[in-house]
């Protein structure tokens, strides 16, 4: 007798197969990263394509890309037709390299040994107080990071192109203010500070970070020419002062909340009364709602002693260091903007 269409995801066969597919999520995370490094996704961006095809493309062996295709295809990334030809879905156009807000950097980062071994060793993380990045390589994650340079650039060419959609997402709610100058702090290559001065055109802005991120900042161009420059420094020492509004993009949730009460201290320092800070960060929801942030929580746990955090907790950091949170916006992308400001 067919089964029925109707049955029932607690029958224990169910049960089984789905706790043992969730066990072996590392495989797909493998095969995707497969699909990245041999750029399957800008093989397929003129139409689909068989797996001898892209074989021949990609000098891999067929049958094997064949299986890697299908188990991708399974959870929606490429589509198989009737014909055995694969082609892009909505999820794989972002694998391509010659998209805007390609996450292909992003999804080499992820799925690099720098977080799957840190992943591996999540029990120890919760066994022991610290992540287990520290245990594994020898250094913190951003120390190991200024020690070799060619793992640093893999981080930051991820951490950019993960952080472009949510660039626009953030410019596009925030009302940035039309005049005055905003100060990214620990901003990377300045995704958000350009699309903040891209749409208010008197915005100044300073983009301050570390030397290597700042190397290869994304604010050269005619559009915004003598509105910005950039500053190397240490957050935990302290900030440039006098913007009107500061922004932490992805970057609390690196650090434990002692840390993060130093660099909202150096904030503080830095801002005038009324100023406004903005904290750019995943905001988790009760309960068993489904979050990306939930995700990423356990990944800061493991990898930087990090972690996502709710609202209230925000609130208890920002009014430990002189900040009222005011409000919470959600945006199009997975993280939200905390405004706080200085009392």
């Given at each position: 007798m067919a089964a029925s269409p109707h049955r029932s995801n607690d029958q224990p066969h169910d049960i089984a197969a789905h706790l043992m597919d969730q066990a072996l999520g590392h495989l797909f995370s493998a095969a995707l990263r497969t699909a990245a490094q041999h750029r399957i996704a800008d093989h397929l961006s003129g139409g689909p394509r068989t797996a001898e095809q892209l074989a021949a493309a990609t000098d891999t062996h067929a049958p094997h890309l064949r299986r890697v295709l299908r188990c991708l295809a399974a959870r929606g990334i490429f589509r198989e037709d009737a014909t055995g030809a694969y082609g892009l879905?909505?999820?794989?156009?972002?694998?391509?390299?010659?998209?805007?807000?390609?996450?292909?950097?992003?999804?080499?980062?992820?799925?690099?040994?720098?977080?799957?071994?840190t992943s591996a060793a999540m029990p120890d993380a919760v066994e022991r107080d610290g992540a287990s990045f520290e245990r594994i390589f020898g250094a913190p994650l951003f120390a190991y990071l200024q020690s070799n340079p060619v793992v640093r650039r893999l981080f930051d060419d991820g951490m950019a192109s993960l952080s472009a959609p949510v660039d626009e997402a953030v410019a596009e709610v925030y009302p940035f203010p039309e005049s005055g100058t905003v100060v990214d702090v620990g901003g990377g290559r300045g995704g958000l500070l350009r699309a903040a001065l891209r749409r208010r055109p008197e915005l100044t802005g300073v983009l301050f970070d570390q030397p290597p991120p700042l190397a290869h900042h994304l604010l050269d161009g005619d559009e915004l020419k003598g509105r910005w420059r950039t500053e190397a420094g240490d957050f935990f020492v302290s900030v440039p002062e006098g913007g009107?509004?500061?922004?932490?993009?992805?970057?609390?949730?690196?650090?434990?909340?002692?840390?993060?009460?130093r660099i909202l201290r150096s904030c503080r320092?830095?801002?005038?009364?009324?100023?406004?800070?903005?904290?750019?960060?995943?905001?988790?929801?009760?309960g068993n709602t489904p979050h990306f942030g939930k995700t990423l929580d356990v990944a800061m746990m493991a990898t930087v002693d990090g972690q996502e955090r709710t609202a209230e907790e925000f609130a208890t950091l920002l009014?430990?260091?002189?900040?009222?949170?005011?409000?919470?916006?959600?945006?199009?992308?997975?993280?939200?903007?905390?405004?706080?400001?200085a009392e």
């Open positions: 879905t909505p999820s794989a156009q972002p694998l391509r390299t010659d998209v805007p807000d390609s996450l292909h950097p992003a999804v080499l980062m992820m799925t690099d040994e720098l977080f799957l071994r009107d509004v500061y922004v932490l993009k992805h970057v609390l949730h690196d650090w434990s909340d002692g840390d993060c009460r320092t830095a801002m005038a009364a009324g100023t406004r800070l903005l904290i750019i960060d995943s905001v988790l929801p009760p009014s430990a260091e002189g900040f009222r949170l005011t409000r919470v916006l959600p945006t199009s992308a997975f993280p939200s903007i905390v405004e706080a400001v």
